[in-house]
């Protein structure tokens, strides 16, 4: 038997009406493709994602060089030892011998330096009796290896070394530089324009505080999580609850790949963000989704830039920014945007079954004795709790039911 939305509950009917957060995450990633290319120092590329391939400039290294101090030599000189070698010169680091090595004849060599033309081995200077009247006394129990490092032993000119999409840590940047880059095309960092909106809200440092006002913390919060994820945030400050002041913070936004609003998004007298978006020529793609905290979720596009609305609570803005937000900027970034965020973990406790909404617990995080991670939710989860917030370092992702 067939029961129309009509003949259920108000309350399950508006269960029914709320987005998937799997369906929602699926929207506002849709279409998301790597932003362009722009080229950086070198200096300043630390956790940017690399634009393109790179080949080295040139061969690493590009001479042979010694690995040890001691004495270049020819091999064939020391078949038989102990023997007398004349030394003809020196070779140090930037200042190599520039004559060839004859034979019965040495050069002083030095860790990196140019191996002369002629030597074929590196002695060094522990298995050597010393310098003495421009002679060394090579020693009857000499080790036998090399110690000297080819050209190109660690690549060469032309090796394709660094890949696309590569999120450039130092060990990256120390190859780039010696593969002869001072600069480096990194996909441009997401704009985020983050814009607070609420008459009571006042920026912090601000002494004494009028009645019904409170600081304005939350994009402080969501800038540095954006930092984090990769993009450039933009505090755009705070809109009054007005359609004309909401307009023009509207406006500067719409520049951004990603206009971030936070409050104003559900149905009270002054929640009025939908409506100035509306004004705007506004394109929504979904409002209110099944997941707590959070429900009153805005999405959508306006021009090029696509529109993120999170609560005005601080608890819910950062879990939705967390869920969605960073998914949003790590597509633009090329990056997978789902990539090793979750893992599995043995409860510290039993808790009560879900409600039909996504639920996101704040947790702590730590390793039981047996070395599994173990998870144990805060005291409290009331999405207003700023200081409770900061205990967590985890998310405990209940699914619905």
Known sequence: MFFGAQALPRKARSLMSLLAVEDALQRVTAGLHPLEAEIVPLADAADRVLGQDLAAKLTQPPFASSAMDGYAVRAADTATLPISLTVIGESAAGRPFSKPLGPGQAVRIFTGAAVPEGADRIIIQEDTAGEEAGKVIIRENAEFAVYIRPKGVDFSEGDRLLTKGTVLKPRDLLLAAAMNYDQLPAIRRPHVAVLATGDELKPPGTDPLGDGQIISSIPYGLATLIEQAGGRAERLGIAHDTLEDLGEAIEKGRRADILLTIGGASVGTYDL??????????????????????????????????????????????????????????????????AGSTLQARLADGIEANSPRQHY?????????????????????????????????????????
């Open 273 to 338: 963000v939908q409506q100035a978006l509306g004004d705007a020529g506004f394109d929504l793609g979904f409002w209110k989704i099944a997941m707590r905290p959070g429900k009153p979720l805005i999405f959508g596009h306006l021009d090029s830039a696509r529109v993120l609305g999170v609560p005005g609570n601080p608890v819910s803005a950062m879990i939705c920014a967390r869920v969605f937000l960073v998914p949003m900027i790590q597509s633009l970034l090329g990056l997978d945007p789902f």
């Open 361 to 401: 617990m704040r947790a702590t995080l730590t390793a039981g004795p047996d070395g599994a991670w173990v998870v144990a939710p805060v005291h409290s989860q009331d999405s207003s709790l700023i200081a409770t917030l900061a205990k967590a370092d985890c998310l405990i992702i209940r699914p619905p039911h």
